[in-house]
């Protein structure tokens, strides 16, 4: 190999009068190629990438910044080895995912034979374009997923998969790791170690996500297909014991009675009543919605469905009351986003709304005497949950919840097997 190559700073011009550097300055990174041959460094620009969302990424940051993105990200133990990185969130995860990518990229390039000249690994690296081949190692599936939910505007959902893939390095001891290890046995045992520190629904998590990895490589390589190691007969992920959260109809009319003087709780029985008649629709998607809009589509699943699922949004005299105390500027029907908020912006005040709408949501639930571990997400269960004892056959709701799989619905009626259960044994008892 002819060179090396690492991230830098492109701080020229930005001394202060006694020689020292302004540390909130945000500076371009650039990649910094060093020449073993000739001892010469040569820096270089990264352009700047459009999202899919149309957001425009710089590469820039302040040095306290840069020091968190990529210098100081890696996590070591007291003997030096690296367990893990540090978790960032937001832009600063967007550009160090997206730095990672171009680091894979120019070590790929100053790894090829005859790549002799600094021009031309320039000129390589500006005209890259991936070809969509098989790339036989976990770690860089893992790597391009977070990359396509980052751009997607998935950012949660990036850390996940990046949490995931952290602890499946630290399983493996930070050693390569190629698809046709990940079998049936290797999986078992994975379970059993990881489930010595959490609970079995936090396995399924990490093995849900190894899943879709497993997958997206058997499209690119369809061989992989006779060693898949999930599903029946094979590894089944575990679901934990978890239960639907769900409140009965005499339950949600306490809430929906509930009429307060106080702004922030009556803020969150708003929410949540909106929600449950929305169908459960989730506060991410109620905030975007815009005036006059009748149908939507889920923000979780907009870049992931094969086809788009388009809901229906029928606004009945409660809906259209909350509406009316929480109305939004502009084109913005409710007043938690405003016209041009980009998807950074978008995430930031979702994510302040739901926590101020869940401490308001914990109160109501004290107030009404109604369960502790209330909290937003049992709208959309109660939704289900109700409009199935209703009579409502499960493909219908399924299709109003935006599910892509009946299996997803049918875990949320989860609580529904006890109370079946207990009609049954009833029913035999002589």
């Known amino acids: 190999m002819n060179f090396k190559i690492k991230f830098k700073l492109d701080r020229r011009g930005l001394k202060n009068q006694d020689g020292t550097f302004d540390e909130n300055a945000v500076c371009p990174i650039k990649v910094n ?37 990529w210098l100081n990200r890696l996590k070591k133990n007291s003997f030096g080895d690296v367990t893990g990185e540090t978790t960032v969130y937001g832009q600063k995860m967007t550009i160090r995912t997206l730095l990672k990518t171009k680091e894979d990229i120019l070590n790929e390039i100053i790894s090829k034979q005859g790549v002799t000249d600094y021009k031309q690994v320039k000129r390589l690296f500006y005209d890259y374009k991936k070809e969509n081949v098989f790339v036989n ?29 952290n602890n499946i390095k630290r399983y493996n001891s930070f050693t390569v790791l190629n698809f046709n290890e990940i079998t049936i046995e290797w999986l078992k045992k994975y379970d059993r170690f990881r489930r010595k520190s959490v609970a079995p629904a936090t396995v399924g998590v990490d093995m849900r996500n190894l899943r879709t990895i497993f997958k997206a490589a058997i499209k690119i390589n369809p061989s992989l297909e006779k060693n898949y ?25 306490q809430i929906q009675d509930l009429n307060s003087q106080n ?39 907009e870049f992931t469905s094969k086809s788009e699922k388009r809901l229906d949004i029928d606004f009945n005299d409660e809906m259209l009351e909350i509406v009316s105390r929480h109305k939004g500027k502009g084109k913005m029907l409710f007043d938690i986003l405003e016209d041009g908020d980009d998807s950074r912006t978008i995430t930031k005040k979702v994510d302040n709304k739901i926590s101020a709408i869940s401490k308001q949501i914990k109160k109501i639930a004290k107030i009404l005497a109604l369960p502790e571990q209330l909290s937003f997400q049992w709208a959309r269960h109660s939704y289900a949950t109700n409009v199935y004892r209703s009579g409502v056959n499960l493909k219908a709701i399924s299709e109003t919840l935006g599910h892509s799989s009946l299996k997803t619905t049918e875990n949320y009626l989860n609580s529904l097997k006890d109370e079946n259960k207990k009609a049954i044994d009833d029913a035999k008892r002589l």
Not at 43 to 59: E, P, T, Y
Not at 239 to 244: C, F, I, R, T, V
Not at 278 to 287: H, P, T, V, Y
């Open 263 to 301: 702004h922030y709780l009556q803020m969150g029985r708003d929410y949540f009543i909106f929600s449950y008649y929305a169908n459960g629709m989730n506060l991410k998607d109620i905030a975007k919605l815009k005036k006059g809009q009748t149908h939507w589509v889920r923000s979780k699943t």
């Open 137 to 165: 190692d976990v770690y860089s599936g893992f790597n391009k997923k977070i990359k396509d939910l980052v751009e997607g505007e998935s950012s949660k959902t990036a850390a996940s998969y990046e949490s995931t893939l």
């Open 33 to 69: 190629l060093h020449s073993i041959a000739s001892n010469r460094n040569y820096d270089f620009k990264i352009k700047d990438v459009i999202l899919k969302d149309g957001s425009l990424i710089k590469f820039q940051a302040n040095t306290k910044d840069f020091q968190s993105i």
């Open 229 to 253: 190691p999930f599903g029946v007969g094979k590894y089944q992920i575990p679901e934990g014991d978890s239960k639907n959260a769900a409140l009965t109809k005499a339950q949600l009319l």
